[in-house]
């Protein structure tokens, strides 16, 4: 996988474990990317501000300042990036808090080599300058998603969505009035099954609801004993 003009992918790995960032710079390395690492907050803030990355890699846990913290820094400041999060600490609070704060995804330690690289890779195919544009527009109710300006609506309000909450919005809408599993979206929009572990479906959904229903008649709906479904009011 490479840019649209042909260069290296590049990654910005932020980790205070030097033995980790070690190992994920090697395997990153095999897929042809460039890696540039960090371990501080300070280190990694000024490293994305003198050269964006297409990817970051942010641990939670820093020595001076918290993961967080940190994307709250570089989204006021530079480029949109996707964003995995790296934790010690699988708490629901941490993974809604890495999410709320405009995180696309999250991976707790220890995890595999392979799984994080297709998530990456997952993360890449979802990204606005990595998906070919087409003209597809969507409606559900008073919901609009244009795929070729990654714009959506919700009446007059532009509802923003990082780059897996979009494809994730645009499969459910590509399926209004559909019941889908868990397993089905975990094979679409993240293209990888993570061994299982649908509750980051359950996650994602959850946050989708806060920015799209919020204070409106829900479109979202929990079909129980099977997965979502999206629908227009009745």
Same mark, same amino acid.
């Given at each position: 996988?490479? &840019?649209?003009?042909?260069?290296? !992918?590049?990654?910005?790995?932020?980790?205070?474990?030097?033995? *980790?960032?070690?190992?994920?710079?090697?395997?990153?390395?095999?897929?042809?990317?460039? !890696?540039?690492t960090a371990h501080d907050a300070a280190e990694a803030v000024a490293m994305y501000r003198a050269n964006p990355p297409d990817l970051l890699?942010?641990? !939670?846990? *820093?020595?001076?300042?918290?993961?967080?913290?940190?994307?709250?820094?570089? &989204?006021?400041?530079?480029?949109?990036?996707?964003?995995?999060? +790296?934790?010690?600490?699988?708490?629901?609070?941490?993974?809604?808090?890495?999410?709320?704060?405009?995180?696309?995804?999250?991976?707790?330690?220890?995890?595999?080599?392979?799984?994080?690289?297709?998530? +990456?890779?997952?993360?890449?195919?979802?990204?606005?300058?990595?998906?070919?544009?087409?003209?597809?527009?969507?409606?559900?109710?008073?919901?609009?998603?244009?795929?070729? $300006?990654?714009?959506?609506?919700?009446?007059?309000?532009?509802?923003? *969505?990082?780059?897996?909450?979009?494809?994730?919005?645009?499969?459910?809408?590509?399926?209004?009035?559909?019941?889908?599993?868990?397993?089905? !979206?975990?094979?679409?929009?993240?293209?990888?099954?993570?061994?299982?572990? $649908?509750?980051?479906?359950?996650?994602?959904?959850?946050? +989708?609801?806060?920015?799209?229903?919020?204070? &409106?008649?829900?479109?979202?709906?929990?079909?129980?004993?099977?997965?979502?479904? *999206?629908?227009?009011?009745?």
């Amino acid at each position: 996988m490479y &840019r649209a003009d042909g260069s290296p !992918i590049r990654v910005l790995l932020v980790d205070d474990e030097r033995a *980790l960032t070690n190992l994920v710079r090697m395997a990153l390395r095999y897929e042809g990317w460039e !890696i540039d690492t960090a371990h501080d907050a300070a280190e990694a803030v000024a490293m994305y501000r003198a050269n964006p990355p297409d990817l970051l890699v942010l641990d !939670i846990m *820093l020595p001076d300042m918290d993961g967080f913290g940190v994307l709250a820094e570089i &989204r006021a400041s530079g480029p949109y990036t996707p964003i995995l999060f +790296l934790t010690a600490r699988d708490s629901v609070v941490d993974r809604v808090t890495g999410l709320t704060a405009g995180g696309d995804d999250y991976m707790t330690k220890p995890f595999s080599l392979e799984e994080l690289v297709a998530r +990456l890779r997952g993360l890449l195919r979802r990204s606005a300058y990595l998906t070919p544009s087409d003209d597809e527009t969507l409606r559900v109710g008073d919901l609009f998603l244009d795929a070729t $300006s990654r714009e959506v609506k919700r009446g007059d309000e532009t509802v923003a *969505l990082t780059s897996t909450e979009f494809e994730l919005l645009r499969y459910l809408m590509r399926n209004q009035g559909k019941a889908v599993t868990r397993q089905e !979206i975990l094979r679409r929009v993240w293209e990888y099954e993570f061994g299982g572990k $649908s509750s980051i479906v359950d996650l994602y959904v959850s946050y +989708l609801r806060k920015k799209v229903d919020a204070g &409106r008649e829900p479109l979202l709906h929990t079909v129980r004993g099977v997965g979502y479904m *999206l629908r227009s009011p009745r």
